[in-house]
T-cell receptor
Framework: GNSVTQMEGPVTLSEEAFLTINCTYTATGYPSLFWYVQYPGEGLQLLLKATKADDKGSNKGFEATYRKETTSFHLEKGSVQVSDSAVYFCALSDSGGSNYKLTFGKGTLLTVNP | DAGITQSPRHKVTETGTPVTLRCHQTENHRYMYWYRQDPGHGLRLIHY???????DKGEVSDGYSVSRSKTEDFLLTLESATSSQTSVYFC?????????????FGPGTRLTVL
């Protein structure tokens, strides 16, 4: 079955530091890959997505590249801000007749200090 | 904003009582989902719906039932609540129609079972 493994947190960085959150996956078929972000007390928001190999998703300074050869979708940001403090979830969807179900990783808590 | 609301937003109940959570959407999306979020587990799918009266189980469906009698509402029922069902519950919708497997989430319901 499908699974997503992302790096365990928590991750604590200083403002303007470089961020990487690792995500690897196991899937049948050709999944789409997602990063969602959850700010304190809120629901999940889509951060970025990629639907095929070598696609790069980007949003709000965050980027992730769909690497089929390494089954990875690592999230990066060049300079984090305090406002980026949140929980980040990697997820995949194998849309081949699966009713668009998502499989999530366990989440990584990021804290950015001023 | 995908027009998703959840009610109630917070609920405290006692073991053995029935509980119903409501998810309401305003945009006639076909696919709807219920997840629970627990520390160390990320989000796990409870049940989902692919149309009115069409529902199926997710990975953690034991102790839960759902109903969808109209497009806009997806109800999650705990027939006899247990302390292990203390969690944050999120509803999501998918735009479907091949664009897309992107899911959009409601604000969540925090349920405490004493």
């Amino acid at each position: 079955g499908n699974s997503v493994t992302q790096m365990e947190g928590p991750v604590t960085l200083s403002e303007e530091a470089f961020l990487t959150i690792n995500c690897t996956y196991t899937a049948t078929g050709y999944p789409s890959l997602f990063w969602y972000v959850q700010y304190p007390g809120e629901g999940l928001q889509l951060l970025l997505k990629a639907t095929k190999a070598d696609d790069k998703g980007s949003n709000k300074g965050f980027e992730a590249t769909y690497r089929k050869e390494t089954t990875s979708f690592h999230l990066e940001k060049g300079s984090v801000q305090v406002s980026d403090s949140a929980v980040y979830f990697c997820a995949l969807s194998d849309s081949g007749g699966s009713n668009y179900k998502l499989t999530f990783g366990k989440g990584t808590l990021l804290t950015v200090n001023p | 904003d995908a027009g998703i609301t959840q009610s109630p937003r917070h609920k405290v109940t006692e073991t053995g009582t029935p509980v119903t959570l409501r998810c309401h959407q305003t945009e006639n999306h076909r696919y709807m989902y219920w997840y629970r979020q627990d520390p160390g587990h990320g989000l796990r799918l409870i049940h989902y719906s692919y149309g009115v009266k069409d529902t199926d189980k997710g990975e953690v469906s034991d102790g839960y039932s759902v109903s969808r009698s109209k497009t806009e509402d997806f109800l999650l029922t705990l027939e006899s609540a247990t302390s292990s069902q203390t969690s944050v519950y999120f509803c999501a919708i998918s735009l479907g129609q091949g664009t897309f497997d992107t899911q959009y989430f409601g604000p969540g319901t925090r349920l405490t079972v004493l």
